[in-house]
């Protein structure tokens, strides 16, 4: 399994990325099943729609991190320019488009998105999508730490 995240959004740089993923289920050269490829973004909306369309087959992933807006503008800076409600909307093309389920990372912060009622907004955020919520506890850190982050606890 390959997946495309971390140290750079991976659809803002789409055309290297497309050119990767295409060498890579290539039959002359890798091979690789899209099934088996993943690409993990915070949220470029017109890029995942694109995704469905250039690139079907593959997987996505949605790092959310929260059920609401202003939550999530306080975790995920780049959540100003692309709004959870349109982020959804982006998803739900994307499903259309491909059939397949969608996949939602939630980094869980202790005090600050792991309340049950931050639970219950998530499901209603995402009931009209099939898809796979990985929660995902914070491990501290030192500079975590110094953003107010902490591990939530095993409640």
Same mark, same amino acid.
């Given at each position: /399994?390959?997946?495309? *995240?971390?140290? #750079?959004?991976?659809?803002? !740089?789409?055309?290297?990325?497309?050119?990767?993923?295409? *060498? *890579?289920?290539?039959? @002359?050269?890798?091979?690789? &099943?899209? &099934?088996?490829?993943?690409? &993990? +973004?915070?949220?470029?909306?017109?890029?995942? @729609?694109?995704? $469905?369309?250039?690139?079907? #087959?593959?997987?996505?992933? %949605?790092?959310?991190? $929260?059920? /609401? =807006?202003?939550?999530?503008? &306080?975790?995920?800076?780049?959540?100003?320019?692309?709004?959870?409600? @349109?982020?959804? =909307?982006?998803? =739900?093309?994307?499903?259309?488009? +491909? #059939?397949?389920?969608?996949?939602?990372?939630?980094?869980? %912060?202790? #005090?600050? /998105?792991?309340?049950?009622?931050?639970?219950?907004?998530?499901?209603?955020?995402? @009931?009209?999508?099939?898809?796979?919520? /990985?929660?995902?506890?914070? !491990?501290?850190?030192?500079?975590?730490?110094?953003?107010?982050?902490?591990?939530?606890?095993?409640?």
């Amino acid at each position: /399994n390959i997946v495309f *995240m971390g140290m #750079g959004e991976p659809l803002n !740089n789409y055309k290297a990325v497309q050119q990767a993923i295409r *060498m *890579m289920v290539d039959t @002359k050269l890798y091979g690789l &099943s899209p &099934s088996h490829i993943t690409v &993990s +973004t915070v949220g470029v909306t017109n890029r995942i @729609k694109s995704l $469905a369309h250039d690139l079907p #087959g593959i997987n996505l992933a %949605l790092s959310l991190h $929260a059920p /609401n =807006q202003e939550l999530r503008l &306080s975790i995920v800076p780049t959540s100003k320019a692309y709004p959870v409600h @349109k982020l959804i =909307q982006a998803c =739900q093309s994307w499903q259309e488009a +491909t #059939g397949k389920k969608v996949f939602f990372e939630y980094v869980v %912060l202790g #005090g600050i /998105n792991d309340q049950r009622d931050h639970a219950l907004e998530l499901g209603d955020l995402l @009931k009209d999508l099939k898809g796979v919520v /990985n929660l995902i506890p914070w !491990n501290p850190t030192v500079s975590g730490a110094l953003e107010g982050y902490k591990a939530p606890n095993d409640e």
